[in-house]
């Protein structure tokens, strides 16, 4: 892949995507795991879930993430690369879901 850029999406971990399903009335899935499930039916190149050991989200208070309880605010950063035409076009197919997310789109540049 020759010029690839990388989205970033940033989230707060208790972010839902919204309900397609009858059971997601009940219980809507994450929105980490419907962005990774979209991406993959895009054909996006890669797409990772960043755990974030601290952060805070603008607005926010700084969180630490802790292995018995972590904050419904604790930031999320998902990772999608590809080329720039694809992602600006999985950002409009997904206006919806994201329009509480921070997105950071940027350029990469590899040296061999």
């Not at 020759?2 to 707060?12: E, G, I, K, S, V």
């Not at 009858?22 to 979209?38: D, G, I, N, Q, R």
């Not at 208070?61 to 720039?84: G, V």
């Amino acid at each position: 892949m020759q010029n690839m850029t990388a989205l970033r999406l940033y989230f707060p971990q208790s972010a839902r995507a919204k309900p397609t399903r009858f059971w997601h009335h009940l219980s809507a899935p994450a929105l980490s795991h419907h962005l990774l499930k979209a991406a993959r039916l895009a054909g996006i190149h890669q797409a990772i879930v960043h755990n974030v050991h601290a952060g805070y989200l603008p607005g926010k208070k700084l969180t630490h993430h802790h292995i018995e309880s972590t904050s419904a605010h604790h930031p999320l950063c998902m990772e999608l690369i590809d080329s720039e035409d694809r992602l600006r076009h999985f950002v409009k197919e997904h206006t919806q879901e994201l329009r509480h997310v921070h997105a950071v789109l940027f350029q990469c540049e590899l040296a061999l």
